[in-house]
C-alpha cells in the first residue's frame, strides 16, 4: 500500500487546496524536459486529468495502486503513457511527466511546515514512485505492442501472391526466408490455389539472397503441400550462385520443375495446359 | 451405422465424405465402393475431402487402400478439395499419401480422370493395328 487514509486526505487536501498552483507549476517543469514538443494546452489538458485524478483517488481514503478503487488513476496514467508511446516520446520524457509531481509536492510540503513535513514528504515521494513505474510499464507494453503489429504488417506485406495467367499464380519471394515466413507463405499461396482454383503454381525465388538446406526445406514442403492438394509448383528465378550452392550442398529439388526466369516458368506452364503462344509480326508503318 | 453415400456421374463414382471416419463406416465404405465399381463399370472415383477438417494417418491408409482397390477394377481414383491446413499438417507429418492423384475441385478432378482415360484408349487404338483397319 502506497498511502495510508491519513496521509492520503493530507494529499487530498494539498492538492484540492491549490489545484490551480499545483497544475500550472507540474505544466511548467514538464514543457520544460518536452521541449516544446507538445502544445501547452494539450500538457495542461493531460496534467489536469491527472491531477483530478489523483486528488479523486487520495479523496477516497488510502490509496493501493492495485486496488479496484484507483481504477480511474490508474486508466488515467495508461492513457498518457499509451498516448506519449504512439507519439514517439522516450521512456524518459514520458515518466518524468510523472515525476515532476514530486518538485510540485516538495514546494508545496515546505510552504505548509508543520512536524509530519518530512514523513509525509517521504510517503508522497512513495506514491509518485509508483505512479512513474506504473506509467513507464505500460509505456513498454505499449511499444512492444506497436513493434509487433509493425512486424506483423511486414510479414503480410512481403508475401503477395499474383495471378499471371487464368489458372497460373505465381509467389515472388523477396528477402531472407525463416521459418515464420515459410509458413505464412505456404498457408496464402495454398489458400490462393484454392480460391482461384489454379493448378499452377510458380514460386520465384529470384529476391532471396541465399539458399540453405532450411530455405530449401521450406520450399520442398510447399512444394509437396500443394502436390497433395492437386496442384503442381515451379520453382523459377534460381540465380548462378544459388544453383551453384544448391548442388554444392546436396539438395534434391526431385522431379520438381525448376527454371531460371519467371518467363521460363511460365512459357512452361503454358505448354503444359495448352495455350498457344505465338509471335506476331511486327507492325511497319507505311 | 452411418455409411458414406456414392453417387454415379456419368462414368465416374463421387465419395463425399462428410462424416469422421471411423474403422466401421472405412471398412463399409470401400466394400460398397467396390460392389459399385463392379456393378456400374466405372472407370473413375472422385473422393471429395472439403468438408474433413482432419486428416490423419488412418484416414491416409484408407484413401490409399480405396486408390489400390480401384486400380485393381481398372478405376482411377482422384482425390479432391483438400484443405490448405490439411495439406500443411500431411507435409509436416511426413504423409504423402504416395500413389493417390491429387486435384483441386470436382471440376478439376473430372477432367483428370477424362484425360486420363482418354491416353488410354487412345494407347489402346494405337497398339491395336487391326483396330483402324476394322472401322474404316
Redesign the interface.
Known sequence: MALNAEESGRLAALLGGHAERVTARWTEIVTGSLRGRLSQAELRRQVQDLHSAIATTAGQGAIDLSAESSGELRAALSELSRGRARQGFSATETTISIFALKDVLAELVQEAGGADALHDYIAFSNLVDELGLFTFESFVRTRESLIADQAEQLLELSTPVVKLWEGVVAVPLVGTLDSARAQVVMERLLQTLVDTGSPYAIIDITGVPAVDTQVAQHILKTVVAARLMGADCIISGIRPQIAQTIVALGIEFGDIATKASLADALRHVLRLTGVETARRQPRRDA | MERVPILKIGDILLVSIQLDMSDQTAVQLQEDLAERIVATGCHGVIIDITALDIVDSFVGRMLSTIASISKVLDAET???G???????T???LGL??NGI?????V???ME?IAAARADELEYQLDDDPDAETATP
Open positions: 482422384v482425390v479432391v483438400m484443405r490448405p491446413a490439411v495439406a500443411i500431411l507435409v509436416e504423402s499419401l492423384r491429387t486435384a483441386l475441385n471440376e478439376r478432378g483428370l
